[in-house]
């Protein structure tokens, strides 16, 4: 008997409407106000709707998120350059794979709160009001490294050995194997260890900025709607983020698509 395929997007809505409705609920039942105050942990979808589009707060959505888009794009830059060169180090000096390795998992096992105090007191802020965070920025880079180092080393190491000997039997040295072989076989797990760090270098942007004393961003904002107990504010920055996020990650899945149509084709 054939299964039948549900396409993607159509499981995504499913999933949407799902979380919509289990959210709905619990804003009915489990977090209700309670009596003689109008406060609401959890607010009902709509009431996010009323705060973004009713009262319009969605027009400065650009101005709030574009030093947390700028600071994730500048950590997520010099995080992953700097992974890249690391799995590129094990590739020249394969002994230095395990110290490669364990500085990704030092990166990937630091407390990130601990570390943002540090990079506040050692970085501090933005110089200037709407400049990106330097903790931001800091933090954006250094939850990128451990993603990107493990899918880089492994992609590297997963070239045909077969291949490998062909290139040296042709006369091709390090240098040939890396361009015509290496590369190509690293390829489509380098591009998901960096799809991957796209949502993750957003995270730490938006963390950064949320122990950090600057006064433009979703950090800011986020701490600024918690002290006016505006559970619908914050709620629907939350939700802003989560739909950047999902957005950039599945724009990244499309040019994973098309620089490896191969392994798309493998995959259907």
């Known amino acids: 008997m054939a299964r039948v395929r549900v396409p993607g997007w159509v499981a995504g809505l499913v999933g949407a409407v799902v979380l919509v409705g289990v959210w709905w609920l619990f804003s009915l039942t489990a977090f209700r106000p309670e009596e003689g105050t109008s406060y ?38 010099w995080g992953n350059g700097i992974a890249l060169l690391l799995a590129t180090v094990v590739l020249v000096f394969p002994r230095t794979e395990t ?116 006064t433009a961003g979703v950090g800011p904002t986020l701490i600024r709607l918690q002290g006016q107990l505006d559970s619908a504010g914050v709620w629907s920055v939350f939700l802003l983020c989560a739909v950047f996020a999902l957005v950039a990650y599945g724009l990244f899945g499309l040019l994973i698509r098309l620089v490896t149509p191969w392994v798309a084709g493998k995959a259907v």
Not at 45 to 51: G, K, N, T, Y
Not at 66 to 77: C, D, F, M, R, S
Not at 189 to 199: K, S
């Open 40 to 77: 609401t942990p959890v607010p009902a979808p709509w009431a996010v709707v009323d705060w973004l589009f009713v009262q319009g707060n969605i027009a400065g959505a650009w101005g709030v998120f574009q030093p947390t888009i700028t600071a994730a794009a500048i950590g997520y830059l």
């Open 99 to 214: 110290v490669i390795t364990q500085i990704a998992v030092v990166t990937y096992c630091l407390p990130i709160v601990a570390v943002g105090g540090i990079s506040i007191v050692v970085l501090g802020g933005a110089k200037n009001p709407g400049d990106p965070s330097a903790t931001a920025i800091f933090l954006a880079a250094l939850v990128c490294v451990f993603t990107t180092v493990v899918g880089a080393v492994l992609g590297f190491t997963s070239a045909d050995k077969a291949a490998l000997d062909v290139v040296r039997v042709y006369g091709g040295g390090r240098w040939t194997q890396l361009r015509k072989v290496r590369l190509v076989a690293a390829l489509p797990a380098i591009l998901t260890a960096l799809q991957i760090a796209v949502p993750t270098a957003f995270l730490g942007a938006v963390l950064g900025e949320y122990l950090g004393a600057i």
